[in-house]
């Protein structure tokens, strides 16, 4: 196991160094200069403004120091926000995104969960095809348009809920529910299969056949072997409420990451969006090495695969 | 028994066929041979889901076809006079809860009081652009983009992953340990920098999601190859001296087509997915070309006073998306073997 998590993590950081150098010289291609967003400057000024920035340095000896400037947690300034260090923009603004992405992950499984587990049970009756139904729905309605539609019927023509903005609880439950369906449809498409499978298997024949009531055998035996399988869809379903965070927040005008992000694009605002970039990779590179020992804990046959090797 | 032996005596033998040996059908049980295309079309037509996928695509692929030259707008007509207006089907008006009678949201008749003549389908945008092009026209560079990154996908996948496998040792273990380093990056990142690189367009898109979309292709392949070159008929085949190529592609390939298709449908409503996504957020296909996405994007700005301009949009992506998640799920219960009932 310490084999294994050490490998593991020297993938980790492997990944995250090709990212942050991928990341630096992208950045250094990308058309339009900090600059362009400016007051008109005489060329003096721009001379010190880059040579502020370390514009200026050779390429090599920007990289080196943006190296070491990460090491230490340090992102660097904003163009667009005074000099604000990234890292302080991304602090004031990852508790809103913070908050929708646990909620919505945290609701998703257990609704996913849930409806997986009814659906496999009542295998070929309406309940099942209903629940399947919405499933499919679910992962084919995009992110943005399900949050638009939440937003007009619910928000505008219904006013039960708050349109947009950030302030209040209540301000929450729209963007969550937006950014959770995609999670609960897959992981009850996901917790479906499983389910069905486990309940055709051998182990639960016996457990029929010792006389274990059905609820004992299903609470018991299938759904805990059924839920293993669902912690290595915790990786991608990480990515997916992240990515639509960046429209949800949009639509709802939260002012968390995912907002940012699309304003930083739109503003040119190179060090925003490095910063971003790079913190994202982090939390999903984080989230899949964490999956990956977990699952090596839960289920020792895939560290026996991977430490064979 | 006497009486039955004259009864036989009296049928003269030309009634009688002789029954040559061999022929007995009865003893027979089989079904038709059919190869594995065929069985799995037998299993495909019976999934329901799927038959309504096709259905629908088939329906969208029509309009995307024929739709933009069914009426006289081009997609970049601009008519300020005619701007806004709420959809219009003569032949849907009557259905109140269709939103086609060309009533704004109070129930008004703009047409009538605009005095417009024509009847826009679909309504228009702010800009007096008819939608019924702009979306159909934009439902053909959404299916090209995600047929295109399909294609690519497949292409890729499976070279590199064929490779890997086939090869074995060090060339494996160096390139499992590529897409190990890619698999960590998160794509929408990789897609979002590659765009603002280079300008903004369908290319740049295709192109992006191709970077970092093949990994899980390759992967399959790579699974699928591994088990399949240690089996017998590829060591028969070794042994009569085939040559890698013919290994390869008569008999490793062939065989890993099943999973492979079934990856590549699901390449496609995630590359339509993530090109509505990033011209949603203002990264995609540039005006006057519209996406489904872009049109979306337009549309939700005004969703307050003219919803029906994001609706349409909205609708037809989904459709597109869904109805290739529903012919995805039905070719996997179709070529999984597994399912064979």
């Known amino acids: 196991m310490v084999r294994y998590t050490i490998q593991r993590l020297v993938y980790m950081i492997i990944t995250l160094l090709i990212i942050a150098t991928a990341t630096f010289f992208l950045m250094k291609l990308l058309p ?15 001379q010190i403004i880059l040579d502020k920035y370390g514009l200026n340095d050779p390429l090599p000896v ?11 947690g340090d992102l660097g300034l904003s163009f667009q926000y005074d000099n604000r260090p990234v890292t302080q923009i991304i602090g004031d603004r990852i508790g809103p995104s913070a908050l929708l992405g646990f909620q919505a992950m945290v609701l998703g499984a257990i609704l996913g969960i849930l409806v997986g587990i009814i659906a496999a049970i009542k295998h070929n009756t309406w309940l099942d095809y209903g629940s399947t139904i919405l499933a499919v729905l679910g992962i084919s309605i995009p992110s943005f348009v399900f949050a638009a539609l939440l937003q007009y ?7 039960w809920l708050p349109v947009a903005l950030w302030g209040e609880y209540k301000h929450t439950i729209l963007p969550t529910l937006a950014l959770t369906v995609g999670v609960v449809a897959t992981i009850a498409r996901f917790m479906r299969t499983e389910m069905l499978e486990i309940l055709n298997s051998d182990y639960i024949l016996l457990a029929k056949a010792k006389g274990i009531s059905k609820v004992g055998t299903v609470v018991k035996h299938a759904v805990r072997n059924a839920m293993i399988p669902i912690v290595t869809i915790l990786g991608p379903m990480t990515v997916a409420v992240m990515t639509g965070s960046l429209v949800v927040e949009r639509i709802f005008a939260v002012p968390g990451l995912g907002e940012q992000f699309v304003l930083s694009i739109n503003t040119n605002d190179y060090t925003v969006i490095m910063g971003i970039t790079l913190f994202f990779s982090v939390l999903f590179i984080a989230v899949i090495f964490l999956v990956d020992i977990l699952y090596g804990i839960i289920d020792p046959r895939i560290r026996l695969a991977g430490g064979k090797k | 028994m006497e009486t039955n032996k004259s009864k036989i005596d009296q049928l003269s033998p030309d009634l009688f066929q002789q029954r040559k040996a061999g022929e007995d059908e009865a003893e027979k049980i089989e079904r038709p041979s059919l190869n594995f ?14 038959i309504v996928g096709i259905i629908i695509t088939a329906i969208i692929m029509f309009f995307a076809i024929f739709g933009p030259s069914m009426n006289d ?13 709420p959809p219009k089907i003569e032949a849907l008006s009557g259905i109140s809860w269709l939103p086609f009678d060309g009533k704004d949201a109070d129930g008004f008749d703009v047409y009538e009081s605009r005095q417009v003549e024509v009847n826009y389908w679909f309504g228009t945008d702010d800009l007096g652009r008819d939608l019924w092009t702009r979306t159909w026209s934009g439902t053909r560079i959404s299916l090209y983009i995600g047929i295109l990154a399909a294609i690519i996908d497949f292409i890729i996948g499976i070279s590199y992953g064929g ?9 494996d273990d160096v390139m499992q340990r590529i897409i190990e380093i890619l698999v960590g990056i998160p794509n929408l990142i990789v897609v979002i920098l590659f765009i603002l690189i280079f300008e903004p367009g369908i290319f740049s898109i295709t192109m992006a999601m191709v970077i970092t979309g093949w990994t899980g292709m390759a992967r399959i392949v790579r699974g699928q190859v591994l088990q399949l070159k240690n089996q017998e008929f590829v060591l028969a085949s070794r042994t009569l001296g085939a040559s890698s190529n013919r290994l390869i592609f008569k008999h490793l390939l062939p065989n890993v087509m099943g999973p492979v298709i079934i990856t590549t449908m699901f390449t496609v ?25 872009s049109l979306v994007n337009d549309g939700y700005r005004s969703i307050q006073s003219f919803p029906y301009m994001m ?11 869904l109805s290739f998640n529903l012919m995805a799920d039905g070719l996997r219960d179709a070529l999984d073997p597994k399912m064979r009932k």
Not at chain 1, 32 to 46: F, H, V
Not at chain 1, 153 to 159: D, I, M, P
Not at chain 2, 280 to 293: D, E, V
Request: no cysteine; net charge positive; glycine share 8%.
């Open chain 1, 32 to 46: 339009g200069s900090p600059l362009t967003n400016q007051e008109r400057l005489s060329p003096e000024q721009q």
């Open chain 1, 62 to 72: 920007q990289y080196v120091k943006y190296m070491t400037g990460l090491a230490q």
């Open chain 1, 153 to 159: 019927y619910v928000g505008v023509k219904l006013e």
């Open chain 2, 37 to 50: 295309w065929q069985d799995a079309w037998i299993r495909l037509r019976k999934s329901k889901g799927a």
């Open chain 2, 73 to 85: 707008h081009k997609f970049s007509d601009q008519n300020i006079r005619h701007a806004k207006l």
């Open chain 2, 163 to 171: 490779i890997s496998a086939y090869y074995g040792g060090r060339v």
């Open chain 2, 269 to 293: 409503p995630a590359a339509i997915y993530t090109e509505a996504f990033l011209s949603f957020i203002g990264l995609g296909i540039a005006p006057p070309r519209a996406s489904l996405g």
């Open chain 2, 311 to 321: 609706f349409v949009p909205s609708v037809v992506i989904s459709l597109i998306i």
